[in-house]
Nanobody, 120 residues
Framework: QVQLVESGGGLARPGGSLRLSCAVS????????MGWYRQAPGKQRELVAH???????NYSDSVKGRFTISRDNAKNTVYLQMSSLKPEDTAVYYC??????????????WGQGTQVTVSS
């Protein structure tokens, strides 16, 4: 059983900051790529940021320069530091991880989502 537990969402003012965390637990051999996605009401889920096991990152154009993704492989945790927040960043944010299990099969897992609301 693998679980992804997200935390750190909430309400922020425009220009403010929030930090999201996603901790992975369960039967894990290793974790490959991890990422954060978001889904705003009436819109499709979109990739926000992605990080490989080795630390290479990429970002959507809409968050580049404002958001930073990082990971702690020892803690099986991925983070998303969000700064200079805008109302259009309002969405449910989902953590994603490509996890290799004990049988060396790789599967993609999702967190339950955490609400981020940016409003004055």
């Amino acid at each position: 059983q693998v679980q992804l537990v997200e935390s750190g969402g909430g309400l922020a003012r425009p220009g403010g900051s929030l930090r999201l965390s996603c901790a992975v637990s369960g039967s894990i051999f290793s974790i490959n790529a991890m990422g954060w996605y978001r889904q705003a009401p009436g819109k499709q889920r979109e990739l926000v940021a992605h990080i490989t096991r080795g630390g290479s990152t990429n970002y959507s154009d809409s968050v580049k320069g404002r958001f930073t993704i990082s990971r702690d492989n020892a803690k099986n945790t991925v983070y998303l530091q969000m700064s200079s927040l805008k109302p259009e960043d309002t969405a449910v944010y989902y953590c994603n991880a490509n996890i290799v299990g004990a049988l060396l099969n790789e599967y993609a897992y999702w967190g339950q989502g955490t609400q981020v609301t940016v409003s004055s």
